[in-house]
């Protein structure tokens, strides 16, 4: 019997890498479609459907790559994101540790990689385990982490802080607050063009913040700096200077809600909200309240509501100006048995 050839075996061995090489290849490609379905379904908001490309992905990458690869490291993070969503704050936890390990061994303590996941640890603390202190410490190692590569001024550094500023919000911790908002308005108004709309949020901010600490000069001359030249722009189309609601709630001398016996008395019950645009004069007086949609029985109510509140006049270049607005009322379980209910005004 012949002995195959050496070129015969080598030509067999070439098959059979070349074989090897294009499954992996297409296992790879499957790894990567898997990975940008997750991230498709989970910005769409499709949370459950996310879940098992998700877990597929991780699964596949462990197989292609071994445990400690950068790619699995992106795969579970974003199943963690996907446990967040649903709830399993446990399974996320895990899952960033092993993703933060390997983010740490392959490109060091200042990765940005690891400063996003010191962000979602802080979310998770903030918002699932209401720990401000361990939020915090999360917040800070992510923003000196992108201070250090990104520099003062980068929009994910301004993020930080953002984070930072709702934490020391609600510790009531007023003092770190003001600095880190001059901060970001000082940025926005060197960056910015006087009518982008990021710079005219953080002088609103600001000026929020000056009015919440009695401060009215100040924020009046926050505002003036944040709507002169937007206000100019939309002199040219007629067009009313439109606030944000947190601007405009920071503004209200008084904000009148439907009375709920009054509402149940009716038979109106259930929860619901009802978005409603405002139109204010010059003196602050709301002059125009219409419901945008909404739970249908309380349109009328949150309506009447919206026009006994009233505002404080906004100065623009020393001349009270008209401005509107959107509030949304949220009823949250109003029964007919008890009068013990809250509307919210966001």
Do not use: W
């Not at 990975?35 to 998700?54: G, N």
């Not at 933060?100 to 392959?106: A, P, R, S, V």
């Not at 980068?154 to 003092?175: C, F, M, P, Q, T």
């Not at 709630?249 to 109106?268: E, F, H, T």
Request: net charge positive.
């Amino acid at each position: 019997m012949k002995k195959p050839s050496l070129l015969l075996i080598a030509l067999l061995m070439l098959v059979s890498i070349i074989s090897a090489q294009e499954k992996q290849s297409d296992t790879q490609a499957e790894f990567e479609r898997l990975s940008a379905s997750t991230v498709s379904l989970y910005t769409d908001k499709k949370f459950d459907e996310a879940l098992q490309p998700a877990k597929r992905a991780l699964s596949m990458g462990e197989r292609l790559f071994g445990n400690d690869h950068e790619s699995v490291a992106s795969a579970l993070n974003n199943l963690a994101k996907v446990y967040v969503a649903l709830g399993k704050i446990g399974d996320a936890e895990k899952l960033y540790q092993r993703a933060l390990k390997i983010y740490e061994d392959k490109q060091g303590a200042n990765s940005l990689k690891i400063a996003d996941i010191f962000e979602s640890l802080g979310f998770i603390e903030q918002f699932a385990k209401r720990n401000h202190i361990r939020a915090e410490a999360f917040y800070l190692r992510s923003l000196s982490i992108r201070e250090k590569v990104l520099g003062q001024e980068h929009d994910d550094v301004l993020l930080s802080l953002g984070r930072l500023i709702s934490i020391y919000s609600a510790k009531g911790e007023k003092n770190k607050v003001e600095p880190l908002l001059q901060r970001i308005a000082l940025v926005r108004e060197k960056t910015l063009s006087p009518i982008d709309p990021k710079r005219v949020i953080a002088l609103q901010n600001y000026a929020c913040f000056m009015r919440r600490t009695n401060r009215k000069a100040e924020a009046e001359e926050l505002e003036n700096r944040a709507y002169t030249a937007l206000l100019k722009e939309l002199s040219i189309n007629s067009e009313l200077l439109s606030l944000r609601s947190g601007m405009v709630i920071c503004r209200a001398i008084k904000l009148d809600v439907p009375d709920q016996g009054n509402l149940m008395s009716k038979g109106y019950s259930g929860s619901g909200s009802v978005p409603v645009q405002l139109i204010i004069d010059e003196s602050g007086k709301v002059i125009s309240a219409n419901a945008l949609g909404g739970t249908t029985p309380f349109r009328k109510p949150c309506e009447h509501s919206a026009l006994r509140s009233s505002f404080a006049p906004l100065i623009i270049g020393g001349k009270p100006v008209r401005y509107t607005s959107v509030i949304t009322y949220t009823f949250e379980g109003i029964r007919r048995d008890t009068y013990s209910t809250g509307v919210l005004i966001q």
